[in-house]
Protein backbone atom coordinates (compact mmCIF):
# COMPACT_ATOMS: atom_id res chain seq x y z
CA UNK A 1 0.00 0.00 0.00
CA UNK A 2 3.08 1.93 0.35
CA UNK A 3 3.18 2.40 -3.20
CA UNK A 4 -0.33 3.66 -4.18
CA UNK A 5 1.05 7.74 -3.53
CA UNK A 6 3.39 6.97 -5.88
CA UNK A 7 0.76 5.49 -8.63
CA UNK A 8 -1.40 8.24 -7.81
CA UNK A 9 1.08 10.82 -9.28
CA UNK A 10 0.47 9.10 -12.85
CA UNK A 11 -3.06 7.27 -12.80
CA UNK A 12 -6.56 8.07 -10.92
CA UNK A 13 -6.44 5.64 -7.87
CA UNK A 14 -9.54 3.12 -8.24
CA UNK A 15 -10.51 0.09 -6.14
CA UNK A 16 -9.55 -1.92 -9.52
CA UNK A 17 -6.24 0.01 -9.29
CA UNK A 18 -5.96 -1.30 -5.23
CA UNK A 19 -6.82 -4.68 -5.61
CA UNK A 20 -4.14 -4.70 -8.78
CA UNK A 21 -1.58 -2.94 -6.43
CA UNK A 22 -2.52 -5.27 -3.19
CA UNK A 23 -2.08 -8.64 -6.12
CA UNK A 24 1.40 -7.47 -7.20
CA UNK A 25 2.74 -6.56 -4.07
CA UNK A 26 1.72 -9.70 -2.68
CA UNK A 27 3.35 -11.99 -5.45
CA UNK A 28 6.23 -9.44 -5.13
CA UNK A 29 6.51 -9.71 -0.85
CA UNK A 30 6.41 -13.76 -1.52
CA UNK A 31 9.28 -13.32 -3.65
CA UNK A 32 11.55 -11.00 -1.62
CA UNK A 33 10.61 -13.05 1.27
CA UNK A 34 11.86 -16.35 -0.50
CA UNK A 35 14.93 -13.89 -1.02
CA UNK A 36 14.88 -13.28 1.85
CA UNK A 37 14.87 -16.63 3.32
CA UNK A 38 17.55 -18.72 0.87
CA UNK A 39 19.82 -15.53 0.50
CA UNK A 40 19.57 -13.18 3.52
CA UNK A 41 18.26 -9.44 3.99
CA UNK A 42 21.03 -7.65 1.64
CA UNK A 43 19.76 -9.88 -1.83
CA UNK A 44 16.53 -8.71 -0.72
CA UNK A 45 16.95 -5.06 0.04
CA UNK A 46 18.63 -4.88 -3.78
CA UNK A 47 15.84 -6.93 -5.24
CA UNK A 48 13.12 -4.57 -3.94
CA UNK A 49 15.14 -1.58 -5.13
CA UNK A 50 15.91 -3.11 -8.34
CA UNK A 51 12.37 -4.25 -9.02
CA UNK A 52 11.77 -0.17 -7.75
CA UNK A 53 13.98 1.01 -10.62
CA UNK A 54 12.43 -0.77 -13.03
CA UNK A 55 8.91 -0.05 -12.32
CA UNK A 56 9.69 3.99 -11.04
CA UNK A 57 12.74 4.80 -13.69
CA UNK A 58 12.16 3.08 -16.86
CA UNK A 59 8.43 2.36 -16.33
CA UNK A 60 7.77 6.30 -15.91
CA UNK A 61 10.18 6.42 -18.96
CA UNK A 62 7.89 4.22 -21.11
CA UNK A 63 4.32 6.03 -20.06
CA UNK A 64 5.55 9.55 -21.06
CA UNK A 65 6.72 8.40 -24.53
Not at 11 to 34: E, K
Request: aromatic content about 12%.
Amino acid sequence: MGHLPNAALVMQITPTVVVLALMLNGIAAVSFGYLYWKRGLESAMIAHFCADFVIYVIGVTFLRG
